[in-house]
């Protein structure tokens, strides 16, 4: 596996245009794509509440070049039993007894962004540069609100007020994240 550079989709690592986006891959001087710097996971920011195609709890998975969005499965205890919240990458392979006594969040932060992706089919990606601003606030709930402005679209969502959840945003947007 390997990854674009361009639109930062999982693709095969032979291939020589990314099949998604048709970026052509370095090649080396036998003709073959150089294999890409590994994708760096910078952080989990679980129980993000949106709004909008967000509705609902979320789980944001930082990499250095993309924001996986993955929708909260129903994985927590409460719902344990549902056969459809179990997820449909690794751990439908798992089987719905897979980390038990864990919560979603905390099986989304042992996945790869890739596989973290496939998981459930409403997780979707934000590559790090389609966002072209990120205001964040603080409300009274003690929760961080976010108004991320994307290249298409924006999305509105609030998470819980930790300092670490705003570095890993700092460290891949920089100075389009405000205050
Ligand atoms: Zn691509």
Redesign the pocket.
């Known amino acids: 596996m390997a990854i674009?550079k361009?639109?930062g989709?999982d693709?095969a690592a032979d291939m020589m245009f990314?099949p998604?986006?048709g970026?052509k891959r370095t090649l080396d001087e036998a003709g073959k794509p150089v294999e890409d710097i590994p994708e760096q996971k910078i952080g989990v920011i679980p129980y993000v509440q949106g709004q909008g195609r967000l509705g609902g709890t979320w789980t944001i998975i930082v990499s250095d070049r993309r924001l996986i969005f993955a929708k909260a499965l129903a994985t927590d205890e409460k719902t344990e039993t549902d056969p459809k919240g179990v997820g449909l990458g690794l751990l439908s392979k798992r089987g719905p007894d897979s980390g038990c006594g864990l919560t979603y969040a905390q099986r989304y932060q042992e996945m790869t962004p890739g596989e973290a992706l496939k998981e459930s089919p409403d997780n979707f990606q934000v590559d790090v540069g389609d966002v072209v601003l990120a205001s964040m606030s603080q409300d009274a709930e003690v929760r961080y609100g976010m108004r991320m402005r994307l290249k298409e679209g924006e999305l509105l969502f609030s998470m819980p007020q930790q300092h670490d959840h705003r570095d890993h945003l700092r460290k891949v947007l920089g100075d389009r994240l405000t205050w």
Request: aromatic share 12%; glycine share 0%.
């Open positions: 674009c361009a639109c989709r693709i990314c998604y986006c970026t």
